[in-house]
């Protein structure tokens, strides 16, 4: 269980994942770069060169991606911690569908982030008690 300070910060920190490991994703010419970069590793599974159009889908991807992680990194509320592991939960669905059909074993690594993230963002935050709530120096 987490309190909301606790949950803050841990809604926070899977944002600076998100901006650090999408925003190469985010532009035609990073994202040739780290493309490059993971053809050369020559791990098991498919990577294939990509055409034009699945370019522009890693390039949305990395752009949405980075937008919604800077909104969470200023504001990171509760509740963008909930529609965030619910994203996430789908990212790893759809990363073990492609993992099940031959892509990359490297998503592995990723499938892993997006569950852990997932799942320390939908464990229960405690409620602030009322003692925590009132101005400092207050008596009753």
């Known amino acids: 269980m987490w309190t909301s300070t606790q949950y803050r910060n841990v809604v926070r920190g ?3 994942y998100d901006l650090i490991v999408t925003a190469a ?5 990073s994202f040739a770069v780290v493309h490059g970069f993971l053809t050369a590793l ?5 990577l294939p ?5 699945h370019v522009l889908m890693a390039n949305l991807l990395g752009s949405v991606v980075c937008v919604w992680a800077v909104l969470r990194i200023r504001d ?3 509740l963008y911690g909930r529609y ?8 790893a669905a759809w990363q073990g569908y ?8 490297l998503l592995v690594i990723f499938l892993f982030f997006e569950l852990a993230w997932g799942v320390a963002q939908v464990l229960p935050v405690r409620a ?13």
Not at 49 to 53: I, K, L
Not at 134 to 140: A, E, F, M, T, Y
């Open 14 to 16: 899977s944002a600076w």
């Open 25 to 29: 994703f985010a532009t035609p010419w």
């Open 42 to 46: 020559n791990l098991p599974g498919d």
């Open 49 to 53: 060169a990509f055409q034009p159009v």
């Open 76 to 78: 990171p509320q509760a």
């Open 84 to 91: 965030d592991a619910v994203a996430r939960f789908l990212f």
């Open 98 to 105: 492609a993992l099940l059909h031959g892509a990359s074993s």
């Open 128 to 140: 602030p008690s009322l003692a925590s709530q009132l101005p400092q120096g207050s008596r009753i």
